[in-house]
């Protein structure tokens, strides 16, 4: 007992040496090996066993999807499954990094993340904010100038507060939990059940939107319809908890505050002011003092103990599957993580490279820990150590996308290059309300039965099907082909023969044969969820 | 000295509440996020077989025209109370069939709800909370659907027919969404494979082929949810001819009535048959802010009919006493009546009825004062209602899920189910 004892605290030591060691020679050593360090550094303390490194295959569509939301095409697969240069998976990275699919798949996820699924119709018909999105991260702007231009709200950003429309306590709860991974909302009735938050500093950031007015400039929509515009007056009316609430109730005005830090210092207001109208879009008039602006300021100032820790812990969910704190907006104290230095070296290098996210993500993906294989024993979806690759399923822009990369379907016009309604309505939202994956009935009632993926099976001159109908190769070659354009990787011995027998059956139409094989390859599990 | 459990592994109170001991699945597992094991709940619910139907009164319906009549008064309108078979309780005239049914139905007079338009009303008399609250919260039917459901059924667990709810399946996950079918009782789009048989076969085989190869390998949950749903399609398909009603109806069409509503009543009885756990029938329409008395005795003419004859051919085959039959609409109507002879939306009182599973029928459960404009005793909320539904069918009515980090009951605090219905 006491021999255990001694080594056990002498384990313990090491690993603090170790990992001060970490610390002082972390100045120089590139992200990816920190990562790599920490993670290894759990393993073995928590004595978990992970897998090995993902194949080539594995990993070309991961990272096809993860970066640019799509998975690559026949000619792409074959070149870098033949690649012998043992560089090929970096210079990958680095590719997928400049296409232009990479600025739109991250606006995709933005735009999601900002809107959510719901969006009201206005919103939704308008887009949301994810052109402005697109032209930003195709530029690398940083994150912390992304976030200050989205809420300053002045050129092409005004949807997200629109959305909120005279609800500023919803403009709270989504700024605070999305850039400063906070979830404030139970604090919005009563005082937080067991986080620090009250109700207090709920309205106390409250008041940096009560003052927002959403100016409709109606006309054509391509200008942006909505205008922000900001009060010189106006506070939040604190009226105590939610259940205490009875109309008529006075409340007490509550001043800005900072989450977990100083009141708002606002210069006082001449005694004769007036507050003037806003009912002209083309002439609205400035607030006296802006409490958004300081707002702004103040949640991408480098030394806001939320805002480097939000992104980096999100962005790295994005591409590890759980974030190192998980929930990825409920970075508590009370919210336990395995990897908290880990998080600390990633909020840290975030602030030292200025929020640069395509040298981040080019790190996350250049780490042993994303690379490594989707296969093995855990059942998880998201391992906890990340102790093998996380499984989730492709968004419905994802699927719609790679269904047309796998088919070889080409849209007919711009509007059919967006995900169509029913992908959003089937594959939109497969989780429950802890964030798993859940299959529905729907959406497989829609890809067995429906007439629309038969037509981007079957539909058009230089698709998939019409080459392996058309091709004149023997079947095996036919079926690598298959499995290289649809699962990007050649089939398993027992695949081959077992497709083979099917194409080659007598007992169907070749046609037909064909269809029901590249259907099974976009339905299978494999298809659906990026691993 | 050293503690040397890493600390995640402590059962902090905020990890005790979040359930996190369990690991995650989108498996078909019950109660998934539940505290208290909720999976023996699921298999006990399942085998007594419960079962629910909901006649949804789209629009809301007249209760001074129909179950709280007060005649004389000047909110009484032209119709007349009947009595029925039992004494004390009476109904409007043009439910005749209804009133030999009263032994069967707890008239629930009292109803003092919170919405009082259409799309928070019917968002809030399928959840039982308030729809600006934003919370994803479920339908009725998919909790229904979820703890009263057997997994392996070939049927979808929650369906419905019509107008009906607008809330879905919420943080139970689309595992639970209902599955909608047509006014006039036609399946949906893409329930009809466009292969024959055999083809459909094969290409079954070749798929489940593709999945037994990736599970050689792979063993994250998601893969068998996403198999699992797969095969949920297949099933329908086999099994959709209990939808076809039409070699019953020459038989039922007279006493069920020749209406939307009559057909999918009956359908309603035989998915009942089948093990369907809840199904959703909606009747158009009741939002009479005009014409009120000629768009309710319309109305009626089919309702009477349908919704007594359910009564009996439950009751024939030994149903009754194990599905609930509920009538109810998002909101009541005003006993005022406008200048259109119209009545309005009205939430301070209005009528539900229930009837079977359990529930003691024959009697009038709280009353209105002499207009019917107000509660007289025995207010009942919708939490309430909606605990006396879910325990009625071995549901527990504060039965907790998550979003995200934060708890959710399927009723609100303080919700009870209403005793001198359920015993």
């Given at each position: 007992?006491?021999?255990?004892r001694l080594?056990a605290?002498?384990?313990?030591v090491?690993?603090?040496?170790v990992t001060f060691?970490q610390?002082d020679?972390?100045?120089?050593q590139?992200?990816?090996q920190?990562?790599d ?6 393993w073995q ?5 992970p897998?090995g490194r993902?194949?080539?295959?594995a990993f070309?569509?991961?990272?096809y999807?993860?970066l640019?939301g799509d ?11 033949a690649?012998?240069?043992?560089q090929?998976?970096?210079k990958l990275?680095?590719r997928?990094?400049d296409?232009?699919r ?8 933005w ?6 699924r719901h969006?009201s119709?206005?919103?939704r018909?308008?887009?949301g904010?994810r052109?402005?999105?697109?032209e930003r991260?195709a530029k690398?702007?940083p ?7 989205l ?6 950003t005004?949807n997200?507060y629109?959305?909120?429309n005279r609800?500023?306590?919803?403009t709270?709860?989504?700024?605070t939990?999305?850039?400063l991974?906070?979830?404030?909302q139970c604090?919005r009735?009563?005082?937080?059940p067991f986080e620090?938050?009250?109700?207090k500093?709920f309205?106390g950031?409250?008041?940096f939107f009560?003052?927002?007015?959403v100016v ?5 929509a ?7 515009a900001?009060?010189?007056t ?13 109309p008529g109730?006075?409340g007490?005005?509550v001043?800005?505050?900072?989450l977990g830090?100083?009141?708002?210092e606002?210069?006082e207001?001449p005694k ?8 002209n879009p ?10 958004k602006?300081k ?8 030394d806001?103990?939320?805002f480097?820790?939000?992104?980096a812990n999100r962005v790295w969910?994005?591409f590890l599957g759980?974030?190192?704190v998980?929930p990825?907006d409920?970075l ?6 395995r990897h ?5 070296i990633?909020?840290?290098?975030m602030?030292?490279h200025?929020?640069?996210l395509?040298?981040y993500i080019?790190?996350?993906c250049?780490s042993?820990?994303?690379?490594l ?5 855990v059942t ?5 150590w990340y102790?093998r690759?996380?499984?989730r ?6 699927m719609?996308?790679a ?10 016009d711009?509007?059919?290059?967006r995900?169509d309604?029913?992908f959003?309505r ?6 429950n309300?802890?964030?798993d994956?859940q299959?529905?009935?729907?959406e497989?009632l ?8 038969r037509?981007m099976?079957?539909?058009g001159k230089?698709?998939?099907y019409?080459?392996i109908l ?6 095996d070659?036919?079926?690598d ?6 699962l990007?990787r ?6 081959k023969?077992r497709?083979?027998d099917h194409?080659?059956s007598a007992?169907?139409k070749p046609?037909v ?9 976009l ?6 969820f990026n691993k | 000295m050293?503690?040397?459990?890493p600390?995640i ?8 509440l979040?359930g996190a001991?369990?690991t995650?699945t989108g498996?078909?597992l ?5 505290l208290?094991?909720?999976q023996?709940?699921?298999a ?5 077989r419960?079962?629910?139907i909901?006649?949804?009164a ?8 129909t179950f ?8 009484g309108?032209p119709?007349?109370p ?5 004494p004390?309780?009476?109904l409007c005239?043009?439910l005749?069939?209804?009133?030999q ?11 003092k ?6 799309p928070d009303?019917i ?6 909370y308030?729809m600006?609250?934003?919370?994803p ?5 998919a909790?229904?659907?979820k703890?009263?459901?057997n997994?392996d059924a070939?049927l979808p ?9 607008n809330a879905?399946?919420g943080?139970?996950g689309?595992q639970y969404e209902?599955?909608?079918i047509g ?22 085989e070749?798929f489940?082929?593709m999945?037994e190869?990736n599970?050689?390998l ?5 893969f ?8 949920r399609?297949?099933?329908l398909l086999?099994?959709?001819?209990v939808?076809?009603i039409?070699?019953?109806w020459?038989q039922y ?5 020749d ?6 009543l009956l359908?309603a009885?035989?998915l009942?048959?089948?093990g369907?756990p809840?199904i959703?029938?909606g009747?158009d ?11 309710h ?6 309702l009477d009919?349908a919704?007594s004859?359910?009564?009996?051919d439950?009751?024939?085959?030994g149903?009754?006493?194990?599905t609930?039959v509920?009538?109810m609409?998002?909101?009541g109507?005003?006993?005022n009546i ?6 309005d939306?009205y ?7 229930l009837?079977g599973?359990g529930i ?8 209105t004062?002499q ?5 007289k005793?025995?207010?009942v909320s919708?939490?309430d ?7 009625s069918l071995g549901?527990d009515?504060r039965?907790?899920?998550?979003v995200g ?5 399927a009723?609100p605090?303080?919700?009870k189910?209403?005793k001198?219905l359920?015993g």
């Amino acid at each position: 007992m006491k021999l255990a004892r001694l080594i056990a605290c002498k384990a313990i030591v090491l690993l603090a040496i170790v990992t001060f060691a970490q610390g002082d020679a972390a100045r120089g050593q590139p992200l990816r090996q920190l990562i790599d360090a920490q993670v290894k550094a759990g393993w073995q303390a928590d004595q978990v066993t992970p897998v090995g490194r993902a194949d080539d295959a594995a990993f070309l569509r991961r990272v096809y999807l993860d970066l640019t939301g799509d998975i690559p095409n026949y000619d792409d697969t074959v070149k870098f499954l033949a690649d012998k240069d043992p560089q090929k998976r970096a210079k990958l990275i680095d590719r997928l990094l400049d296409d232009p699919r990479y600025a739109e798949h991250q606006a995709d996820e933005w735009n999601l993340i900002l809107f959510g699924r719901h969006p009201s119709e206005e919103i939704r018909k308008l887009g949301g904010v994810r052109d402005w999105l697109a032209e930003r991260f195709a530029k690398n702007i940083p994150y912390d100038q992304l976030v200050r231009e989205l809420l300053l709200a002045e050129k092409g950003t005004e949807n997200f507060y629109a959305q909120f429309n005279r609800k500023p306590e919803d403009t709270t709860v989504a700024v605070t939990r999305i850039f400063l991974g906070t979830q404030l909302q139970c604090a919005r009735c009563h005082d937080h059940p067991f986080e620090r938050w009250t109700q207090k500093d709920f309205y106390g950031m409250t008041g940096f939107f009560v003052r927002l007015v959403v100016v409709d400039k109606g006309g054509a929509a391509k200008d942006g319809r909505y205008l922000i515009a900001e009060k010189s007056t106006g506070d939040v009316l604190f009226t105590g908890e939610a259940k205490d609430q009875t109309p008529g109730k006075k409340g007490e005005p509550v001043k800005p505050k900072f989450l977990g830090a100083a009141v708002l210092e606002e210069p006082e207001l001449p005694k004769d002011f007036k507050e003037p109208d806003f009912k002209n879009p083309k002439n609205l008039p400035s607030p006296k003092f802006s409490r958004k602006a300081k707002l702004a300021d103040w949640v991408v100032a480098a030394d806001n103990p939320y805002f480097a820790r939000a992104v980096a812990n999100r962005v790295w969910a994005q591409f590890l599957g759980r974030g190192i704190v998980h929930p990825v907006d409920d970075l508590s104290e009370k919210n336990p993580t395995r990897h908290a230095k880990l998080l600390e070296i990633l909020a840290g290098q975030m602030v030292e490279h200025k929020f640069d996210l395509k040298w981040y993500i080019r790190e996350l993906c250049n780490s042993e820990t994303y690379q490594l294989a989707a296969s093995g024993p855990v059942t998880d979806a998201l391992p906890r150590w990340y102790e093998r690759a996380r499984v989730r399923p492709l968004s419905a822009e994802e699927m719609f996308r790679a269904i047309h990369t796998a088919t070889g379907y080409e849209p007919k016009d711009k509007k059919g290059s967006r995900v169509d309604d029913y992908f959003l309505r089937y594959l939109g939202e497969p989780m429950n309300g802890r964030g798993d994956f859940q299959g529905s009935l729907n959406e497989h009632l829609f890809f067995n039965n429906s007439g629309n993926l038969r037509t981007m099976i079957r539909d058009g001159k230089n698709n998939l099907y019409r080459t392996i109908l058309d091709s004149k190769d023997p079947w095996d070659q036919k079926v690598d082909r298959m499995f290289l354009t649809v699962l990007n990787r050649p089939p398993r011995a027992e695949e081959k023969e077992r497709f083979v027998d099917h194409l080659s059956s007598a007992d169907g139409k070749p046609d037909v044969l064909v269809e029901e094989a590249i259907w099974v390859l976009l339905s299978c599990a494999e298809f659906r969820f990026n691993k | 000295m050293h503690n040397l459990c890493p600390k995640i592994e402590h059962v902090s109170r905020r990890a005790f509440l979040k359930g996190a001991l369990a690991t995650g699945t989108g498996l078909a597992l019950p109660n998934w996020g539940g505290l208290f094991n909720s999976q023996t709940m699921a298999a006990d619910t399942a085998k007594k077989r419960k079962a629910c139907i909901l006649i949804w009164a789209n629009g809301g319906a007249s209760q001074l025209d129909t179950f709280d009549m007060k005649p004389g008064r000047p909110t009484g309108g032209p119709f007349r109370p009947m009595q029925s078979k039992i004494p004390g309780i009476q109904l409007c005239e043009y439910l005749p069939k209804m009133a030999q049914h009263v032994d069967k139905l707890a008239i629930i007079r009292s109803m003092k709800t919170q919405s009082p338009d259409h799309p928070d009303g019917i968002y809030h008399m399928h959840t039982c909370y308030k729809m600006s609250e934003r919370m994803p919260h479920p339908e009725l039917g998919a909790m229904i659907a979820k703890y009263a459901g057997n997994i392996d059924a070939d049927l979808p667990s929650f369906i419905r027919m019509g107008p009906t709810g607008n809330a879905g399946s919420g943080y139970l996950g689309p595992q639970y969404e209902p599955f909608g079918i047509g006014r006039d009782g036609r399946l949906g789009g893409f329930t009809s494979a466009y292969l024959d048989e055999k083809e459909e076969k094969r290409r079954a085989e070749l798929f489940r082929f593709m999945e037994e190869q990736n599970g050689k390998l792979n063993k994250a949950e998601p893969f068998d949810s996403h198999r699992f749903a797969k095969e949920r399609a297949w099933k329908l398909l086999r099994a959709k001819k209990v939808f076809d009603i039409s070699k019953d109806w020459d038989q039922y069409k007279d006493r069920y009535g020749d209406s939307d509503l009559g057909r999918g009543l009956l359908m309603a009885r035989k998915l009942v048959e089948a093990g369907v756990p809840f199904i959703e029938i909606g009747h158009d329409n009741y939002d009479s802010h005009a014409d009120n008395f000629v768009c309710h005795k319309a109305n009626m003419n089919q309702l009477d009919p349908a919704w007594s004859t359910l009564l009996e051919d439950l009751g024939e085959r030994g149903l009754l006493q194990d599905t609930l039959v509920v009538w109810m609409g998002e909101v009541g109507r005003t006993p005022n009546i406008n200048n259109r002879a119209g009545r309005d939306h009205y939430i301070r009182a209005w009528t539900i009825v229930l009837a079977g599973a359990g529930i003691k029928g024959g009697q009038q459960y709280g009353s209105t004062d002499q207009d019917g404009k107000d509660v007289k005793d025995n207010p009942v909320s919708e939490g309430d209602l909606f605990s006396t539904i879910y325990h009625s069918l071995g549901v527990d009515p504060r039965v907790k899920h998550y979003v995200g980090t934060r708890p959710i009951w399927a009723t609100p605090e303080g919700s009870k189910p209403i005793k001198e219905l359920v015993g």
